[in-house]
């Protein structure tokens, strides 16, 4: 349960940041409770529409539809947050999606009437639906920030961070009380690779969550897309793994599209 001990490890980023620049947050409305709950929830959802993309042998498919998210979070936080991009910036989203879908599906051999009867797939259409639940937890994350009382916009973020992990927790560890009681032994007995897991998954979240509360989500999510080339990277140097150059052409078309996103915000700006 990455949510559990994430939960510290929130703690002692905020901590650490309280202390560095101080700060306060206040007034802890309904709005803001119902946002944080909208968050987790939607992170939760979109985990385990993800991991149920992967049956079938549908790990690439579902994953790379996934990666939508960028697009789908664009659209909601326009229509819900009043966001608005540049269009550089969109033709940067776009480039930086069909990047990571290019490296998802390179050497699957799809040609265009494959690649459509792959997207009507129960795989294909699972992933869409988490890249969906992965946006709308954006947009909560982002609206539950702008709704939280204080000046220091990375503070609040923290806090949404700790608060909605705290609730993550719960809620994944009630559930799993109910249907597998038996598991929760193994949760505790596997705290020193889940302590990892869970400060490495907080750590991310916390740089997220900070993305969120200074720019527009779909920017934030369209530059996180050069995850994919620290995945190669590790697969690299650390598996020792063969890059293919598909991967090679996937990560530039990638880079491309995150600098196009930002030359986009600066030229707005």
């Known amino acids: 349960m990455r949510y559990l001990y994430g939960v510290p490890m929130g703690l ?22 119902a946002y944080c709950l909208g968050g987790g929830l939607g992170q939760i959802l979109g985990t385990n529409l993800l ?4 049956a079938g042998r549908g790990f690439a498919v579902g994953t790379a539809y996934s990666k939508t998210e960028a697009i789908q979070a664009s659209i909601i936080a326009i229509v819900l947050l009043g966001e608005t991009i540049p269009l550089l910036s969109w ?17 699957r051999n799809l040609s265009p009437s494959g690649l459509l009867e792959a997207t009507f797939q129960p795989s294909a259409m699972l992933g869409i639906a988490a ?28 806090v ?32 020193r690779d889940s302590a990892v897991v869970g400060a490495l998954s907080a750590s ?3 740089c997220w969550f900070s993305g969120f509360a200074l720019a527009p989500v779909a920017m934030v999510r369209a530059v996180g897309q050069v995850e994919i080339l ?20 996937g990560a ?16 707005w700006e």
Not at 137 to 149: D, E, H, P, T, Y
């Open 12 to 33: 002692a980023i905020l901590g650490g940041y309280w202390l560095v620049f101080s700060g306060e947050v206040g007034d802890f409305s309904w709005a803001f409770w």
């Open 51 to 54: 991991i149920m993309s992967f």
């Open 91 to 107: 033709v940067g989203i776009a480039v930086s999606v069909g990047g990571v879908l290019y490296l998802s599906l390179a050497g």
């Open 131 to 158: 890249g969906f639940a992965f946006a709308v937890c954006s947009v909560f994350i982002k609206s539950a920030n702008q709704v939280l009382g204080g000046e220091d916009l990375v503070l609040k973020a923290l």
């Open 160 to 191: 949404c961070l700790v608060i909605i992990n705290a609730m993550q927790t719960v809620m994944q560890g009630g559930f799993l009380l109910l249907r597998e009681p038996g598991e929760m032994k193994r949760v505790f007995a596997s705290w």
């Open 204 to 206: 991310g979240s916390a």
């Open 230 to 249: 620290f995945t190669l990277l590790v697969s690299r140097f650390y598996l020792h793994e063969r890059i293919r150059m598909a991967d090679r052409i």
């Open 252 to 267: 530039l078309v990638v880079v491309a599209g995150v600098v196009l996103v930002l030359l986009g915000k600066y030229a």
